[in-house]
């Protein structure tokens, strides 16, 4: 039996940006649209929803918050520019977040670079385990191609944001799409090359790695840490 989360993806999107009212189609914000999307039938939604109240339980709620409003901003974007992307992005860092804590134990939350925690880069680290894990989600591409160059680019990039130590883990998500179940994350031939470019990447750069379906950290595509 699953455990429901204390609140959905939508009522957490609404605490955290009220001022983005709920939208299917008058306003092609993406925050906007998620906030009409309920976890019925929809893993993706479900499991953010999971995410955050572990967060919540563990005191990093806020360090999200934080983060969403300085990536998305605080109105709706109306679909334009890079917002909804970057707010995507926090999204992962919280799933991450929340795959740190039931695998390895309750990691702190540090900026890994020199913008600062709320609108730089950041890494989690979990002392008891002597692990840093960094979290990236894979944009939207049009090509399998390109796909495959992102990943590559994913990981020399979080790889450069974890110091040494006795374990270090790209945790990588795929994009989420509105029609996510006839994306890669669910169709095996689509999948499969993504996750052995990963492999690939992951080990010449000393990383391990786990693999999700958006959002899905509760039911990793693969785990190798």
Same mark, same amino acid.
């Given at each position: ?9 939508? !009522?957490?999107?609404?605490? *955290?940006?009220?001022? =983005? @009212?709920?939208?299917?189609?008058? $306003?092609?914000?993406?925050? @906007?649209?998620m906030?009409?999307? $309920? ?10 929803g999971?995410? *955050? ?12 918050? #934080?983060?969403?409003?300085?990536a998305?901003?605080? &109105?709706?974007? *109306?679909?334009?520019?890079?917002? &909804?992307?970057?707010?995507? &992005?926090?999204? !992962? ?8 804590v ?10 890994? &670079? ?7 880069? =950041? ?18 591409q ?9 990943v ?8 450069? !944001?974890?110091?040494? #130590? #006795?374990?270090? =883990?790209l ?5 989420? +799409?509105?029609?996510?179940?006839? %994306? ?7 999948? +499969? ?15 391990? *790695? ?8 509760? %039911?990793?595509?693969?785990? #190798?840490?």
């Open positions: 039996m699953l455990y429901m989360p204390v609140c959905d993806m939508a !009522t957490w999107l609404h605490d *955290f940006l009220p001022g =983005i @009212a709920s939208s299917i189609s008058g $306003d092609p914000c993406w925050i @906007a649209f906030k009409t999307r $309920d976890p019925e039938h929809n893993p993706p939604f479900y499991w953010l999971r995410a *955050f109240d572990i967060a919540s339980d563990s005191d990093a709620i806020e360090a999200f918050r #934080a983060r969403l409003v300085a998305h901003g605080a &109105d709706s974007c *109306f679909g334009r520019g890079e917002h &909804d992307e970057r707010a995507q &992005d926090v999204l !992962t860092e919280a799933c991450a977040y929340a795959w740190t039931e695998h390895l134990g309750t990691p702190a939350v540090e900026p890994a &670079d020199e913008r600062g925690p709320e609108s730089g880069a =950041i890494r989690l680290y979990v002392p008891e385990v002597e692990t840093y894990v960094a979290a990236r989600r894979v944009p939207p049009r090509s399998m191609e390109r796909v495959l160059y992102a590559a680019g994913l990981a020399e990039d979080a790889a450069k !944001t974890l110091p040494d #130590a #006795a374990s270090r =883990i945790y990588l998500d795929l994009w989420h +799409e509105r029609m996510y179940a006839q %994306n890669v994350g669910y169709r095996l031939e689509l999948t +499969e090359p993504i996750e052995q470019a990963l492999r690939h990447f992951a080990q010449e750069f000393g990383m391990s *790695f786990v693999l999700t379906r958006p959002f899905q950290w509760g %039911n990793p595509v693969h785990a #190798a840490y």
